[in-house]
């Protein structure tokens, strides 16, 4: 519901000044304006631009990373699944940052949070406008939606993310990453503590936040 690629300009050029690469951030359309699976669409159709036109943007087509930080986290883990699930393209590993990927909010983390930048009330109101459509008729919620509905987690790339122990999303976060371990799928991951959703891009030079980033890059 939030957000633009400019927003992030600065975790864009920290990633290419770790190890040169090419970064394409697709500016999908808002929740707020278009619901799933318009924003979706607009991630997957990049992934397939980019493999597509890889010789032209001299980039690897079979090494591509999908990385999103909150909502873009949750597109990650969704591209992540419909690449396996199609094969059109070869993920080499994917980055959903402290993803928002499960609609239903049912883990204590996610249950009456009032921790500061992100809370129960805005992903309430972040899910329904993304799902209308679907709530309203009590329709099926698609995995890709909210990818924590997902049953099968074979096949999936290698995974690194992290979560702050207050945010909204820790537990949701914790149970992907276990499901994928289960699937003896390698993940590396951290829970930092004491720390709010997104704290590493707010408070960067913060001691925590800059662990954080150095586990991450």
Same mark, same amino acid.
């Given at each position: 519901?939030?957000?633009?690629?400019?927003?992030?300009?600065?975790?864009?050029?920290?990633?290419?000044?770790?190890?040169?690469?090419?970064?394409?951030?697709?500016?999908?359309?808002?929740?707020?304006?278009?619901?799933?699976?318009?924003?979706?669409?607009?991630?997957?159709?990049?992934?397939?631009?980019?493999?597509?036109?890889?010789?032209?943007?001299?980039?690897?087509?079979?090494?591509?990373?999908?990385?999103?930080?909150?909502?873009?986290?949750?597109?990650? =883990?969704? #591209?992540?699944?419909?690449?396996?699930?199609? &094969?059109?393209?070869?993920? /080499? $590993?994917?980055?959903?940052?402290?993803?928002?990927?499960?609609?239903?909010?049912?883990?204590?983390?996610?249950?009456?949070?009032?921790?500061?930048?992100?809370?129960?009330?805005?992903?309430?109101?972040?899910?329904?406008?993304?799902?209308?459509?679907?709530?309203?008729?009590?329709?099926?919620?698609?995995?890709?939606?909210?990818?924590?509905?997902?049953?099968?987690?074979?096949?999936?790339?290698?995974?690194?993310?992290?979560?702050?122990?207050?945010?909204?999303?820790?537990?949701?976060?914790?149970?992907?990453?276990?499901?994928?371990?289960? =699937?003896? #799928?390698?993940?590396?991951?951290?829970?930092? &503590?004491?720390?709010?959703? /997104? $704290?590493?891009?707010?408070?960067?030079?913060?001691?925590?936040?800059?662990?954080?980033?150095?586990?991450?890059?």
């Amino acid at each position: 519901i939030t957000g633009s690629p400019e927003f992030f300009s600065d975790v864009i050029k920290r990633f290419i000044e770790v190890k040169p690469c090419v970064i394409v951030a697709p500016a999908y359309r808002s929740a707020m304006d278009v619901a799933y699976h318009a924003v979706f669409d607009d991630c997957y159709d990049t992934l397939l631009w980019l493999k597509d036109n890889a010789e032209k943007l001299g980039i690897i087509a079979e090494s591509f990373i999908v990385a999103g930080h909150s909502a873009g986290g949750g597109l990650t =883990a969704a #591209i992540a699944l419909k690449a396996r699930d199609t &094969k059109d393209v070869n993920i /080499a $590993f994917q980055m959903p940052v402290y993803p928002m990927i499960d609609d239903r909010q049912l883990t204590k983390s996610a249950s009456y949070n009032k921790s500061p930048v992100w809370n129960s009330i805005s992903n309430k109101y972040a899910w329904n406008k993304y799902l209308r459509g679907y709530k309203e008729k009590n329709l099926e919620i698609p995995s890709y939606a909210a990818p924590a509905r997902v049953k099968d987690y074979t096949g999936l790339p290698p995974a690194i993310t992290i979560v702050g122990e207050l945010d909204n999303f820790r537990d949701e976060t914790v149970e992907y990453v276990e499901n994928l371990k289960k =699937a003896d #799928i390698p993940v590396q991951f951290k829970i930092f &503590k004491g720390c709010f959703h /997104a $704290f590493e891009i707010i408070i960067p030079e913060a001691k925590i936040s800059k662990e954080a980033w150095r586990f991450i890059l």
